[in-house]
């Protein structure tokens, strides 16, 4: 299981991507960047997906920069970096 200070360390490094639905999925629950970031920080990893065979997918419980509970789902591709796939609040 990946460990969360891994994801941590991706975002720190801007070692991350994310996919146009995370961006849109973001606008419309009012979340930015730094919301995402931020959940994935000071988060938690709640379940991990192991069933797709593109790889992995973590589900990170986070709270965005307003306190808002949040959900940032993402996976590290083959090449080391962080794409977050999508985000959604609670």
């Known amino acids: ?16 991507e994310l996919t146009g639905h995370a961006f ?4 419309e629950d009012g979340l930015s960047v730094f919301d995402i970031e931020s ?3 000071y988060g938690k990893i ?3 997906l192991s069933g797709d065979p593109r790889g992995k997918r973590y589900i990170v419980e986070g709270q965005s920069l ?4 949040m959900h940032a789902v993402c996976r590290i591709l083959p090449s080391g970096k962080l794409r977050i ?3 959604y609040s609670l």
């Open 39 to 41: 959940a994935i920080l």
């Open 24 to 27: 849109e999925e973001a606008k």
């Open 46 to 48: 709640i379940k991990t």
């Open 1 to 16: 299981m990946t460990n969360i200070n891994i994801l941590r360390e991706k975002i720190l490094l801007d070692n991350y």
């Open 66 to 69: 307003s306190k808002k509970l």
């Open 85 to 87: 796939i999508t985000v």
